[in-house]
T-cell receptor, first 113, second 112 residues
Framework: DADVTQTPRNRITKTGKRIMLECSQT?????MYWYRQDPGLGLRLIYY???????NKGEISDGYSVSRQAQAKFSLSLESAIPNQTALYFC????????????FGPGTRLTVL | AQSVTQLDSQVPVFEEAPVELRCNYS??????LFWYVQYPNQGLQLLLK??????LVKGINGFEAEFNKSQTSFHLRKPSVHISDTAEYFC??????????FGPGTRLSVLP
């Protein structure tokens, strides 16, 4: 079984709809991250969480919100989706040390029409 | 602030030829460096990482990278590529107390 799972894997929605992307991990890590990937821009950090009570904005948090329901679960919401939020979204987890590797989920491809 | 540059957005190479994917970073403090690979329709997985010690780091699938502090580089190499190496490759830097910074990625296309 995968250590980091994301649901759904693909989603097509319309402008203005509320969307939630979910992430679960079995690695026991406290740190979790949400990124979006756009061609030529690499990965940009949306939000990150160092534990259930510690949530922080990343470089592109506008238009997004998150919820850390438990150590293992970290959800990303788009309250009112817009077309330029069409992208590939990745969840990742990491141990507490700076030298620890980040582990990524398989991604969610979101299309906003 | 730290940054990671990958100068080549796309690298086409013929099968069994050598390849080098370039990565440069900017940081005034010590960094930890990582290379990730993203195969089509998949998430990112770790290829290799440099934390300290030997500057030549070996990873999975025959890849290796060399840390060069004076040139602030961490280039990825493979002596002979396969069709299955076609993927996007990301360099990333980590600094104590800060989040990872990823480069924009290099798309490696291995041609038959």
């Amino acid at each position: 079984d995968a250590d980091v799972t994301q649901t759904p894997r693909n989603r097509i929605t319309k402008t203005g709809k509320r969307i939630m992307l979910e992430c679960s991990q079995t690695k026991g890590h406290d740190r979790m991250y949400w990124y979006r990937q756009d061609p030529g821009l690499g990965l940009r950090l949306i939000y990150y969480s160092f534990d259930v009570k510690d949530i922080n904005k990343g470089e592109i948090s506008d238009g997004y919100s998150v919820s850390r329901q438990a150590q293992a679960k970290f959800s990303l919401s788009l309250e009112s989706a817009i077309p330029n939020q069409t992208a590939l979204y990745f969840c990742a987890t990491k141990g507490d040390r700076s030298t620890d590797t980040q582990y990524f989920g398989p991604g969610t491809r979101l299309t906003v029409l | 602030a730290q940054s990671v540059t990958q100068l080549d957005s796309q690298v086409p190479v013929f099968e069994e030829a050598p390849v080098e994917l370039r990565c440069n970073y900017s940081s005034s403090v010590s960094v930890y460096l990582f290379w990730y690979v993203q195969y089509p329709n998949q998430g990112l997985q770790l290829l290799l990482k440099y934390l300290s010690g030997s500057t030549l780091v070996k990873g999975i699938n025959g890849f290796e990278a060399e840390f060069n502090k004076s040139q602030t580089s961490f280039h990825l190499r493979k002596p002979s590529v396969h069709i299955s190496d076609t993927a996007e490759y990301f360099c990333a830097a980590g600094i104590y107390g800060q989040n990872f910074v990823f480069g924009p990625g290099t798309r490696l296309s291995v041609l038959p």
